[in-house]
């Protein structure tokens, strides 16, 4: 579809906003000039573009309020999907993080439990793909619940509610630390089997070890990249020593959290993207692809 559109000087897209509005940090989510109607318009001359239709497919980002999701979220914005989010505390942490404070002004908010099916099981409504990051630690009951009968819920609903793909941030073995925190990774893999059974063949579970990035924690940023971008660059070329008994989960290499996002984006909307489970050497390499 064309059409001609007088091209404003100074003018930006609703996603370029979003670098400016994480830039400046001053709290307020979303600004547009339009509210300034007391100044005058500087038109320049008349252009044609390209006005692309309306986005036909809907993400639904489960957990999109925390470290991961977020970024998913954005990586999704950036692509042009429409956006919805699901989380328990959504609004709670917006103060504190300018990225989760922009992303509001963009997405679909939906407060809700993936333990109660009644308090969200409308956020489905319109959904193409469904991306889950939910976890958690605790005790052993805890975390079972958290990462395992939550998702399991999410997976069901998802399936009969006919959502195309769902895609499962899992987390890759760490030998002992997988009976350190049994309930973790018990629940984990039971969530696993039940997008495998559900999904063979809309299904992906990204499997990343240690997930860098800058998080922000009580105000505070802590540049995990710092530590985990030299890991990454000598583990990545240290495969052969993952395979070693014991000691060879400790040599899995971290990732980023936007190559992380990258990849779960496009598997949740690339329908040629291969189903089952992804480890952390194959998200890398997906994420060259996409590049």
């Not at 489905?124 to 991306?131: K, N, P, S």
């Not at 971290?254 to 050497?281: C, E, L, Q, Y």
Request: hydrophobic share 40%; with cysteine.
């Amino acid at each position: 579809m064309r059409t001609i559109v007088s091209r404003l000087i100074n003018s930006r897209s609703s996603v370029s906003r979003l670098s400016a509005i994480t830039a400046s940090g001053n709290g307020r989510y979303l600004s547009t000039d339009s509210n300034k109607v007391d100044e005058p318009l500087k038109v320049e001359e008349a252009e044609t573009v390209n006005v692309p239709p309306p986005p036909s497919e809907k993400l639904l980002v489960l957990g999109g309020n925390g470290f991961v999701g977020s970024h998913i979220c954005r990586e999704a914005l950036d692509r042009g999907l429409t956006v919805a989010s699901l989380s328990r505390y959504w609004t709670q942490s917006m103060v504190v993080d300018p990225l989760k404070a922009l992303i509001l002004a963009f997405i679909i908010v939906v407060s809700g439990n993936l333990l109660s099916s009644d308090s969200w099981k409308e956020a489905l409504d319109g959904v193409t793909a469904v991306i889950s990051c939910v976890g958690g630690f605790g005790s052993n009951s805890y975390m079972y619940k958290i990462n395992g009968t939550a998702n399991i819920n999410a997976i069901r609903a998802a399936s009969e509610k006919g959502v195309k793909r769902f895609v499962y941030i899992s987390a890759a073995d760490f030998g002992v630390a997988n009976y350190l925190l049994q309930g973790y990774y018990e629940g984990k893999r039971a969530a696993e089997t039940e997008l495998l059974t559900r999904y063979p063949y809309g299904g992906v579970i990204l499997r990343p070890g240690f997930i860098y990035g800058t998080r922000t924690v009580g105000g505070m940023k802590l540049p995990l990249g710092v530590i985990g971008s030299p890991m990454e660059m000598v583990l990545q070329h240290a495969k052969p020593l993952s395979q070693l008994p014991l000691v060879g989960p400790l040599f899995t290499p971290p990732v980023n959290v936007t190559v992380v996002a990258k990849v779960a984006v496009r598997a949740a909307t690339d329908p040629v993207f291969p189903p089952g489970i992804v480890d952390v050497h194959g998200i890398l390499r997906y994420s060259q692809k996409s590049r």
